[in-house]
């Protein structure tokens, strides 16, 4: 059954802004680490953001600054996504997985369970 439901995803122009939610069954939400992952055409897919559940948070260098994670409750969390270029155009997926996060490291891609179905961005 589906556990990451995706939505936000859409178009902007250089410079906007979008805001992506992922909603998340309940007993994943208060015990698993959550993050953000990206996938540009032709380009391996790119940890943006990782938050743990005693709320560190680790950036990508590519978006610090201008993207921030949220949980908003309600089973959900978010990123919002600021001061947007073409490059960060692409599918981006929420995850989720059992992971004690470093800080300063976003985990690789393998390491999250979960997946939701990813949702496509186009910056232009």
């Known amino acids: 059954h589906v556990q990451l439901v995706e939505s936000g995803g859409g178009s902007a122009q250089a410079g906007g802004s979008l805001r992506l939610s992922c909603k998340i069954d309940g007993h994943l939400y208060y015990s698993h680490s959550i993050g953000w992952f990206r996938q540009a055409p032709g380009k391996e897919r790119e940890g943006l953001v990782a938050?743990?559940?005693?709320?560190?948070t680790n950036y990508a260098d590519s978006v610090k600054g201008r993207f921030t994670i949220s949980r908003d409750g309600g089973k959900t969390f978010a990123l919002q996504m600021n001061d947007l270029k073409p490059e960060d155009s692409g599918v981006y997926y929420c995850?989720?997985?059992?992971?004690?996060?470093?800080?300063?490291?976003?985990?690789?891609?393998?390491?999250?369970?979960?997946w939701g179905q990813g949702t496509q961005v186009t910056v232009s």
């Open positions: 938050m743990g559940t005693d709320g560190i």
């Open positions: 995850v989720a997985g059992l992971i004690d996060l470093l800080r300063g490291v976003i985990p690789r891609a393998a390491a999250f369970n979960y």
